[in-house]
């Protein structure tokens, strides 16, 4: 089973309800909500507000990203999330970040950047959802994937199974058609699709995307 979240970073915000109609229409399984500070990236992107107005338009599960510094600083500010990203690399003490996360009554996920290890994560894979692999650099979409990253997922896969868990191996940044495909044959489960969701026919493309990663036959 695989779990396709279109990124709404890479939507048409001044049609965004349309954009997510057309994506929940193609089978999404969730949105996701990249939240960027200006800070821990070079970008801005949504905010609390904006979970709040998609409420009103979709039943889908809203995903936040947080790509900003001191997440633990503004995590009550997501509550209404389903699901709440962190990345790894952005909080001191990341198992008191997933607690807090869980006490808002959201699950959670936790993102490691390209140029990061994800063995040092090991301790805390028994108490999160999705364990998401950057494939880009934060902050922006349309970049290329790296394919370099596809030996986290690979570890990830041995180490779910190894030791029994139940977290989703996603993967974020550059996944089209063919990276989906790679990234599945992998052993990713979850994908967070920006621009090659919210290009073009989006309920054609969120489709395709879901048959591609199929087509690894897992
Ligand atoms: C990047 C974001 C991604 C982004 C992916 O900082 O975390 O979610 O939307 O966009 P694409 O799929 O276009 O690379
Ligand atoms: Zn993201």
Same mark, same amino acid.
Not at 65 to 72: A, I, M, Q, R, Y
Not at 200 to 205: A, K, L, R, V
């Given at each position: 089973?695989?779990?396709?979240?279109?990124?709404?970073?890479?939507?048409?915000?001044?049609?965004?309800?349309?954009?997510?109609?057309?994506?929940?229409?193609?089978?999404?399984?969730?949105?996701?909500?990249?939240?960027?500070?200006?800070?821990?990236?070079?970008?801005?992107?949504?905010?609390?507000?904006?979970?709040?107005?998609?409420?009103?338009?979709?039943?889908?599960?809203?995903?936040?990203?947080?790509? +900003?510094?001191?997440?633990?600083?503004? %995590? =009550?500010?997501? !509550?209404? @999330? #389903?699901?709440?990203? *962190?990345?790894?690399? $952005?909080?001191?003490?990341?198992?008191?970040?997933?607690?807090?996360?869980?006490?808002?009554?959201?699950?959670?996920?936790?993102?490691?950047?390209?140029?990061?290890?994800?063995?040092?994560?090991?301790?805390?894979?028994?108490?999160?959802?999705?364990?998401?692999?950057?494939?880009?650099?934060?902050?922006?979409?349309?970049?290329?994937?790296?394919?370099?990253?596809?030996?986290?997922?690979?570890?990830?896969?041995?180490?779910?199974?190894?030791?029994?868990?139940?977290?989703?191996?996603?993967?974020?940044?550059? +996944?089209?058609?063919?990276?989906?495909? %790679? =990234?599945?044959? !992998?052993? @990713? #489960?979850?994908?967070? *699709?920006?621009?090659? $969701?919210?290009?073009?026919?989006?309920?054609?493309?969120?489709?395709?995307?879901?048959?591609?990663?199929?087509?690894?036959?897992?």
């Amino acid at each position: 089973m695989f779990h396709l979240s279109p990124s709404i970073l890479a939507a048409d915000t001044a049609n965004l309800a349309i954009a997510v109609c057309a994506a929940e229409v193609g089978g999404a399984d969730s949105l996701h909500i990249d939240i960027m500070d200006g800070h821990y990236v070079a970008n801005y992107a949504f905010s609390p507000k904006t979970l709040a107005d998609l409420r009103r338009v979709t039943t889908l599960p809203l995903h936040a990203h947080l790509e +900003v510094s001191n997440p633990d600083a503004v %995590l =009550s500010l997501f !509550a209404e @999330a #389903d699901m709440i990203i *962190v990345q790894e690399d $952005a909080t001191p003490d990341l198992a008191a970040t997933i607690a807090t996360i869980q006490q808002l009554g959201c699950t959670a996920g936790v993102a490691v950047n390209r140029n990061r290890s994800v063995k040092p994560l090991l301790p805390i894979l028994d108490r999160v959802d999705l364990l998401l692999v950057m494939a880009v650099e934060p902050g922006f979409g349309g970049q290329p994937f790296d394919a370099d990253v596809l030996d986290k997922v690979r570890w990830l896969h041995a180490q779910r199974a190894s030791d029994r868990l139940d977290f989703a191996i996603g993967v974020d940044g550059g +996944v089209n058609l063919s990276t989906i495909a %790679l =990234s599945a044959a !992998a052993g @990713a #489960d979850f994908f967070a *699709v920006g621009s090659a $969701a919210f290009t073009g026919d989006i309920t054609g493309s969120v489709r395709q995307l879901r048959a591609a990663a199929s087509t690894t036959g897992r």
